[in-house]
Each structure stands twice: as C-alpha cells, then as structure tokens.
C-alpha cells in the first residue's frame, strides 16, 4: 500500500512590512523542541527569532538554523509559519526588515526582550 501524504495550503499571518527594505532569503530551519499539534503537526510559528552557532548568511544552504532564546545566538526571524513536522525545512527568514510586532502570536512576542531587539539591529519591530 502506497503512503500518501495530503497537504492543506492556506494563507498565514504576514508579519512583514515595507517588502522593498526587506532581506529575505531561504534557508534551512529546524526545530527539534518543536511539540506536535493536535493534528500532529509541528511548527516554529512566524517571527521567532532563528540561530545557530557560528551563522553566516552566505552559508545558509549549509547551516541549518533553530529557534532560539538566547539574543547572543539570533541571526533573522521566521517569516511565516514554518512546518518542522518531517524535520528540516526551507523557509523563508527576514533578516533585515520592518515587521509588525502584533501580528505575531502573544507567546512569540514575549521572547522580543530588549536584548532581543539590541541583537537584530537591522529587524523594525513596528
């Protein structure tokens, strides 16, 4: 018997502004915390800030970066939802732009402390 995986595409919240200032590239992401929805499906939801050790965008078809809480380890944010549900994925991360902060979950909000917004220097929080 054939596995068939079905997938539901939708439109999630924008949290990016002002596209024409904006960086944004693809990169691998994934996020190995990350606990399963009620449909069993894993995500790193839009504007969580995103590290890995030793990052440099110029590699990022080799590093894989993951959700992080420590501001000395952020490099960019998700810019959408991310689904991490079969491990790593290629999304799209905002490295420079204006994003609007309210439109991010209460629960991503909370990890933008003020040595969060002092490690993405070049990242608007509007």
Request: glycine share 8%; hydrophobic share 45%.
């Amino acid at each position: 018997m054939a596995f068939i995986k079905t997938r539901v595409f939708g439109t999630g919240r924008e949290i990016l502004t002002n596209f024409s200032h904006a960086l944004t590239l693809s990169c691998m992401v994934q996020d190995t915390d990350a606990v399963a929805d009620s449909n069993g499906v894993k995500f790193i939801k839009a504007g969580t800030p995103l590290g890995a050790a030793g990052f440099k965008i110029r590699d990022r078809e080799k590093a894989v970066l993951s959700p992080v809480t420590d501001a000395a380890q952020a490099v960019g944010i998700a810019m959408h939802d991310i689904n991490v549900t079969d491990g790593v994925a290629r999304d799209t991360v905002i490295f420079r732009g204006d994003v609007v902060f309210y439109n991010m979950d209460a629960d991503v909000q909370k990890l933008f402390t003020a040595d969060m917004e002092k490690a993405l220097p070049q990242v608007t929080l509007v």
